[in-house]
């Protein structure tokens, strides 16, 4: 636990507290895509004063993480680190504060979506899966994706080949209106909405139709 007893802080004085902490108390869920595990303690600098009955910590903690590059799928490991931590806690004079849940949450807030494990990281080849920041495989990559053949049957041929005429008992559906007597109205109503947004229509229409007679 990361601790402060407020009543071992002088005044005008901060009062710094360095220190380690299992980074267990992170939490990291065990399904966390990408992966991510701990690789370290959590590691803080802090310095605390009061401000009347009030504690204000500033400070920085950090924890290395376990995960695996975004581009080239490399196991990687990365600090995360927040510089600028600042907590305020009111009334707190001659008590022991626990600032274990505020770090925490700190620091996974700091943790971003995906990981590099470079800003320039070359990724995976696309035709032989060859990590081209280890080694070049000689591919040749503009091939990749050959360009598509004209003649080929295209797999958009299988949507003609579905039959998509409309279903004309779907029209008779409404005429049983039993049931849905309530459904009814509102449809109404929309179709009435509907309506008066059409007349309206016509009306900008014609203010736009003004434009072409100024030229
Ligand atoms: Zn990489
Ligand atoms: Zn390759």
Not at 3 to 18: F, G, K, M, Q, R
Request: with cysteine.
């Amino acid at each position: 636990m990361i601790v402060i007893n407020t009543s071992h802080i002088l005044p005008d004085t901060p009062y710094l507290l360095d220190g380690t902490e299992s980074s267990d108390v992170l939490e990291l869920p065990a399904d966390a895509d990408p992966p991510l595990a701990p690789a370290g303690d959590i590691t803080y600098h802090l310095s605390a004063v009061m401000a009347g009955a009030d504690l204000i910590v500033t400070g920085s903690a950090s924890v290395p993480l376990a995960t695996v590059c975004a581009r080239c799928l490399d196991d990687i490991r990365v600090p995360i680190t927040v510089k600028n931590l600042c907590f305020h806690f009111e009334k707190v004079r001659d008590l022991e504060v626990d600032l274990t849940d505020d770090v925490r949450e700190e620091l996974l807030l700091a943790i971003p979506s995906c990981f590099y494990c470079s800003p320039d990281c070359k990724g995976i080849c696309p035709v032989c899966g060859a990590n081209l920041n280890h080694a070049s495989c000689g591919c040749d990559r503009d091939q990749a994706e050959p360009e598509p053949d004209p003649a080929a049957p295209s797999p958009w041929d299988q949507l003609d080949a579905l039959n998509l005429a409309p279903e004309k008992p779907a029209k008779k559906a409404p005429a049983t209106a039993e049931k849905p007597a309530k459904k009814a109205p509102a449809k109404k109503k929309t179709a009435g909405a509907a309506e008066t947004l059409a007349k309206k229509a016509p009306a900008k229409k014609k203010s736009g139709g003004r434009a072409p007679k100024k030229d």
